[in-house]
């Protein structure tokens, strides 16, 4: 029953990099919007990166320039490039389609911790 699965988080330093990945179907990549969310200690989720059906990104402000969304149709992946990391960047992260969210099912995420 689960519909996707995160791996590639980690601990790293700060100004370091990561790239997560998202295991999915490639049914539900082709049809609906993917987006990476992430969850900090004792914080409320919060949405990261999107990527629409035809490769259109968007960003929350504090990831600008430093964080890439992309997918891979064929592989059944989506991916997170994530660059300069910082301290307040530490959370699990979370794949999922708008499908995903309208059922309110979720993945177990990874964890990144940036810490020095």
């Known amino acids: 029953q689960v519909q996707r699965a995160e791996s590639g988080g980690g601990l790293v330093q700060p100004g370091g990099s990561l790239r997560l990945s998202c295991a999915s179907s490639?049914?539900?990549?082709?049809?609906?919007?993917m987006h990476w969310y992430r969850q900090a200690p004792g914080k409320d989720r919060e949405l990261v990166a999107s990527i629409n059906t035809v490769g259109t990104t968007s960003y929350r402000n504090s990831v600008k320039g430093r964080f890439t969304i992309s997918r891979d149709n064929a592989k059944s992946t989506v991916y997170l490039q994530m660059n300069s990391l910082k301290p307040e960047d530490t959370a699990v992260y979370y794949c999922?389609?708008?499908?995903?969210?309208?059922?309110?099912?979720w993945g177990q995420g990874t964890q990144v911790i940036v810490s020095s």
């Open positions: 999922n389609s708008d499908y995903g969210l309208a059922a309110k099912v």
């Open positions: 490639g049914d539900i990549l082709r049809r609906y919007n």
